[in-house]
């Protein structure tokens, strides 16, 4: 039973590059996340989707940063330009519909990301 | 003043001991509580989920809400080292689009 995949595990890149983070949900669950993680503000909540409609994105940084979901079984991340704050492990998490408390939310393994 | 505090720790207890974590929330309208483990280098995975007020409790884990206290606690017992990990406290309002807000997490380390 694959869980939420995600790619790269790691991304070292420079300055001012473009970065893509990408995501694979689980099959059959119809909301997916992506959060960004840090020593000083911890797990922070980006953007959500459901059905591949993205429903709350108030928590994206700024314009530089971006996400979408073409189909059921794939989302992306993309920061551009990227800034050395924006180094992060990044979170994609994935859960079935359903009452709102009562679905756990499953995470992939994160994506390490650092900027130079 | 963040809407869930959690103690980050670190923590350090030997095997067999009795660990106790703890959050504090000022956000009323939460009802599902959830605790997750975070592994190093590793995404959270749900450890356990309660609804509104009481106590459940899963093998060597406890957790408690007291809503009135603002005030939820996670117990595990006869720790082991592969208990070692990250723990956040995680938090929903009933019908909220907000989904969870997250506790900063505990460093927990089991010594054998």
């Known amino acids: 039973d ?3 995949i995600q790619s790269p595990r790691h991304e070292v890149t420079e300055m001012g590059q473009e970065v893509t983070l990408r995501c694979k949900p689980i099959s059959g669950h119809d909301y997916l996340f992506w959060y960004r ?3 000083m503000r911890g797990l922070e909540l980006l953007i959500y989707f459901n059905n591949n409609v993205p429903i709350d994105d108030s928590g994206m940084p700024e314009d530089r ?3 979408k979901m073409p189909n059921a079984s794939f989302s992306t991340l993309k920061i551009q330009p990227s800034e050395p704050r924006d180094s992060a492990v990044y979170f994609c998490a ?3 519909g359903g009452n709102w408390g009562n679905q756990p939310q499953h995470f ?3 994506t390490r990301l650092s900027i130079l | 003043q963040k809407e869930v505090e959690q103690d980050p720790g670190p923590l350090s207890v030997p095997e067999g001991a009795i660990v106790s974590l ?3 929330y000022s956000n009323s309208a939460f009802q599902y509580f959830m605790w997750y483990r975070q592994y190093s280098r590793k995404g959270p995975e749900l450890l356990m989920y309660t609804y509104s007020s009481g106590n459940k409790e899963d093998g060597r884990f406890t957790a408690q809400v007291d809503k009135s206290s603002k005030y939820i606690s996670l117990f595990i017992r006869d720790s082991q080292p592969s208990d070692s990990a990250t723990y956040l406290c995680a938090m ?3 019908g909220s689009a907000r989904q969870l807000t997250f506790g900063s997490g505990t460093q927990l380390t089991v010594l054998p």
């Open chain 1, 94 to 96: 994935s859960r079935m």
């Open chain 2, 22 to 24: 703890n959050c504090t």
């Open chain 1, 65 to 67: 940063f971006s996400a």
């Open chain 1, 37 to 39: 993680q840090t020593m």
């Open chain 1, 108 to 110: 992939g393994d994160g």
């Open chain 1, 2 to 4: 694959a869980g939420v």
């Open chain 2, 92 to 94: 929903s309002e009933y």
